[in-house]
């Protein structure tokens, strides 16, 4: 346990920083800025779930990367109407 604890810590405080700016991205008030963010931490997370899902768990794909590819996906979609 004690081996894994600073993992853990790590972590966390990655998927903090991610959340926290996809959160940010909501205030941003200059359309093509706030895709620019959205685009660089959905990829941020995208490159994290699949790094997991091959040095990890494939499950961690379906849980973290897949998400961000469909929110991702949205966030194209919503830009072009």
Same mark, same amino acid.
């Given at each position: 346990?004690?081996?894994?604890?600073?993992?853990?810590?790590?972590?966390?405080?990655?998927?903090?920083?991610?959340?926290?700016?996809?959160?940010?991205?909501?205030?941003?008030?200059?359309?093509?800025?706030?895709?620019?963010?959205? =685009? $660089?931490?959905?990829?941020?997370?995208? #490159?994290?779930?699949?790094?997991?899902? /091959?040095?990890? &768990?494939?499950?961690? =794909? $379906?849980?973290?990367?897949?998400?961000? #590819?469909?929110?991702?996906?949205?966030? /194209?979609?919503? &830009?072009?109407?």
């Amino acid at each position: 346990a004690q081996l894994t604890k600073v993992l853990a810590q790590n972590q966390g405080l990655y998927n903090g920083f991610l959340a926290t700016g996809l959160i940010w991205s909501f205030f941003i008030e200059n359309p093509e800025w706030q895709k620019n963010i959205q =685009f $660089f931490f959905l990829g941020c997370v995208i #490159v994290a779930g699949i790094y997991g899902a /091959l040095s990890a &768990s494939r499950k961690i =794909f $379906f849980v973290q990367a897949l998400p961000a #590819v469909l929110a991702l996906t949205f966030v /194209l979609i919503s &830009s072009k109407i």
